[in-house]
């Protein structure tokens, strides 16, 4: 089953294709990553799902419906832009948003002290929003957008203004969410944070869709195509390889990019030509995923 389907989905703004022409399935009980640089449609796809925005064409499900009215109750959204009341306190934000979301006075009971000790806040329960720093004002954003326990997450950039204890603090919460059947999505730039926590990656650029697989899947392709070796003598030769794109030394070594070839095809015509003294088949991280894919400049910009 796909919590979220999107199905030819575009969205224009003036001459700017934000997102053009994107299909996605989202499974349901998975992690999913919406990946990208700064402007590269995230956070307008999200709106899209939530019904924010209307897209331009394209059809949206959202837990099996088209129409997301029908099953807001079953969502929790967290948007970029946070927004909480200053001068509640957190006890009285969670149980505010709590009760607009239908959560019963007899759930909130039982639900606010341990959403506030789960994202460890329950020592600033009776302060006031504008008492807490932005860190602890990012985590009570996330104990009400999952305060109705929903089924579905949407997430967008929630490790902002984080420090690493308290991204590690939220990535442990996704995770249990995950164990316990509910679907997750979140958006993010930071590469190093979806690699620990994806089952899926979408990576977008400029409104398009760049690649959608599981992590596992898209690391094994890209690591089919880097390999480091290591040669005994002259090495010059290896860039004139009919399979070799590219070349960078790095000491004794070279990290060599290859076309669409077997690798073990690749470690034969070294062999024919010089001593081997080291073989390795690169598995690269995200980031260099991203950077090979997307470019250089859109990676800074991001």
Known sequence: MNAVLLDNVCKSFGRLHAVDNLSVKVPAGSVYGFLGPNGAGKTTTIRMMMNIIRPDSGRIEILGDGKIEQVKARIGYMPEERGLYRKMTARKVLAYFGAIKGVSDRELIERIPRWLQRVELADWADKK???LSRGMHQKLQFAVTVINEPELVILDEPFSGLDPLNQDLLKNIILEMRNEGKTIIFSTHV??????????????????????????????RQSAHTVSVELEGDATFVDRLPMVTAVKSEGNRLDVTLADVDTQEFLQALMQQARVKAFE?????????????VGVSDAENS
């Open 191 to 220: 590469m190093h944070e979806a690699e620990k926590l994806c089952d899926y990656i979408l990576l977008i650029n400029k409104g398009k869709l760049i690649l959608d697989d599981t992590l596992e899947n898209i690391r094994s």
């Open 129 to 131: 929003v504008e008492e």
């Open 281 to 293: 088949v690169k598995v690269p991280s995200l980031h260099e995923i991203f950077v090979n894919l």
